[in-house]
């Protein structure tokens, strides 16, 4: 059974940053793919950035140079390094897993059918 459990979310002044934490169980995330997204409300979910299980990374244009994506394989987790956050940023922020190798350049469309395993979620809001 697999569950990823997200943390880290706060409230954050514009400027500031944050890391969010993924704990996976029922996978490890050096055999899959992993990512995050986010909603806010009254917009689509979109994605943010993404590791596959070789390392490669993704980036969605306006987290550019800002987030960084990074996992520990020893310790089983999955991070979101936010810097220079902007009030856009606030939404809720879902750690998501995907068994599948994907290939190159679906893997930089961050389509939300590839991850079928997603968290509950945790709060980032930038004011």
């Known amino acids: 059974h697999v569950q990823l459990v997200e943390s880290g979310g706060d409230l954050v002044q514009p400027g500031g940053s944050l890391r969010l934490s993924c704990a996976p169980s029922?996978?490890?995330?050096?055999?899959?793919?992993m990512a995050w997204f986010r909603q806010s409300p009254g917009k689509e979910r979109e994605g943010v950035a993404a590791i596959r299980r070789d390392d490669l990374t993704a980036y969605t244009d306006s987290v550019k140079g800002r987030f960084t994506i990074s996992k520990d394989n020893a310790g089983n987790s999955l991070f979101l390094h936010m810097t220079n956050l902007k009030p856009e940023d606030t939404a809720m922020y879902y750690c998501?897993?995907?068994?599948?190798?994907?290939?190159?350049?679906?893997?930089?469309?961050?389509?939300?059918?590839?991850?079928?395993?997603r968290g509950q979620g945790t709060q980032v809001t930038v004011s």
């Open positions: 029922g996978l490890s995330v050096s055999d899959f793919s």
């Open positions: 998501a897993a995907s068994a599948s190798f994907i290939l190159t350049p679906r893997f930089y469309r961050f389509e939300s059918s590839d991850y079928p395993y």
